[in-house]
């Protein structure tokens, strides 16, 4: 796998961004990628102001309102350390967008800086810390789902199936469409639901063709939809349906 930028040594010391989703509905996840980061010997820093990243109005065309909400996070993060983001939609937002939001204002260089420093923790985990993973677990088949974002706007698509593929006991299955969104896709989901649901039931179909006993992904959103379609299969009574994590968690689970 080539990097797509020029990774610095692993730092003594991080941020981490968290995202909405992670605080709202999967504080674990969170949680579980500040121990990854610990147990590589990285003290990990949580500015406790931090809200979102802009993305939702952001990408349904408010830029005024999304330039705000980022306002708010450039101020958390005056030191020169990494930023880690357990997320690629949201990565992706800081280190892409942030400069071309705040292009011309008196941020603009501030802006810069914070995306200069931002990494999407499992990018992190492989190109920084160069993490070595003993898997601890059952033998479990795995399907890997990279997010839109994190596939396309950071170039991310191997670095959670680098990590996956050191778990001694899985076996990596190859979903027939791994490289197709699952629908979530922010506020797509919530202004064109029909499509939405379209996109999410195919993934799962695909996910389930493939054998998977379990699904991980990088980002919540597209946790929360794969997963609700998964869980919403089990309530209509179809048994045997695949369960799903977020990568952070199904990492710390199988290693420690």
Known sequence: MTPLKLYP???????FFGTCLI????PQAGLDGIRLLEREGIEVVFPDDQTCCGQPAYTSGY???ARAVAEAQLDLFPEPWPIIVPSGSCGGMMRTHYPQLFAGSGRERQAEDVAGRIFELTEFLVHVCHVRLEDKGEPQRVAMHTSC???REMGLAETGPALLKQLGNITLVE???ASECCGFGGTFAVRHPE????MVEDKTQAIEAAGADHFVT???GCLMNIGGRFDRKRLDGNEGQV???????????RTS
Request: aromatic residues 14%.
């Open 175 to 177: 979903q027939a469409r």
């Open 23 to 26: 605080d709202m509905f999967y």
């Open 243 to 253: 369960g799903g994590e977020h990568i952070a968690s199904y990492l710390w689970r």
């Open 63 to 65: 830029h005024d309102e």
């Open 9 to 15: 040594p692993k730092p003594d010391k991080v941020y």
């Open 149 to 151: 974002s994190a596939r």
């Open 195 to 198: 499509v939405s649901a379209a």
């Open 218 to 220: 990088s980002d919540c």
